[in-house]
T-cell receptor, first 115, second 114 residues
């Protein structure tokens, strides 16, 4: 399978714990995006990387959230001191940027439940 | 700022009848527009995209959408619904020059009755 993969698919944690999610993009895709989707809503942009550089962060991304993309390959999204409001589906997407005509391909998501 | 409004949160059709899912957008620039579909417990799948070429865009599974600049609309249609079309559909805008990030509508849940 050469699509975008995300691990874990499901995560249940207690409030106050730290969690880390991983995203493996389609190989050779230079852009990687993170989105968050809550029940009954469309996904909302969190942050994106061009290669290893993090170029934009949404105001939704509080200082408890951090994302990395070392070496421009896979990416991790860490949430520190989780809160119940962090419960959501976290989606990763990747694309190949060529003059603004890119298409983003999404992974299956990681569903987080904070108790 | 760019935004997307999906005019119906839920649409119900009978199998074999036409599907119309409505979307209006707001964008300061020439937009790229997309429709994605999300089946339960599955990832988002691209149905079709518009990027300033032909205004009538054909996608997968018989879906198509027409870009109407004067009406700022990008409605999704299909001539004949199939049971497997039941899913959540998202209209999405991406502005060139905004890093490619996608702005999603609230979604329209499509139900197909036998």
């Amino acid at each position: 399978d050469t699509g975008v993969s995300q691990n874990p698919r499901h995560k249940i944690t207690k409030r106050g714990q730290n969690v880390t999610f991983r995203c493996d993009p389609i190989s050779e895709h230079n852009r990687l995006y993170w989105y968050r989707q809550t029940l009954g809503q469309g996904p909302e942009f969190l942050t994106y990387f061009q290669n290893e550089a993090q170029l934009e962060k949404s105001r939704l991304l509080s200082d408890r959230f951090s994302a990395e993309r070392p070496k421009g390959s896979f990416s991790t999204l860490e949430i520190q001191r989780t809160e119940q409001g962090d419960s959501a589906m976290y989606l990763c997407a990747s694309s190949l940027d060529f003059g603004g005509q890119e298409t983003q391909y999404f992974g299956p998501g990681t569903r987080l439940l904070v108790l | 700022a760019q935004s997307v409004t999906q005019l119906d949160s839920h649409v119900s059709v009978s199998e074999g009848t036409p599907v119309l899912l409505r979307c209006n957008y707001s964008s300061s620039y020439s937009p790229s527009l997309f429709w994605y579909v999300q089946h339960p417990n599955k990832g988002l799948q691209l149905l079709l995209k518009y990027t300033s070429a032909a205004t009538l865009v054909k996608g997968i599974n018989g879906f198509e959408a027409e870009f109407k600049k004067s009406e700022t609309s990008f409605h999704l249609t299909k001539p004949s619904a199939h049971m497997s079309d039941a899913a959540e559909y998202f209209c999405v805008v991406s502005d060139v020059g905004q890093g490619g990030k996608l702005i999603f509508g609230q979604g329209t849940e499509l139900s197909v009755k036998p």
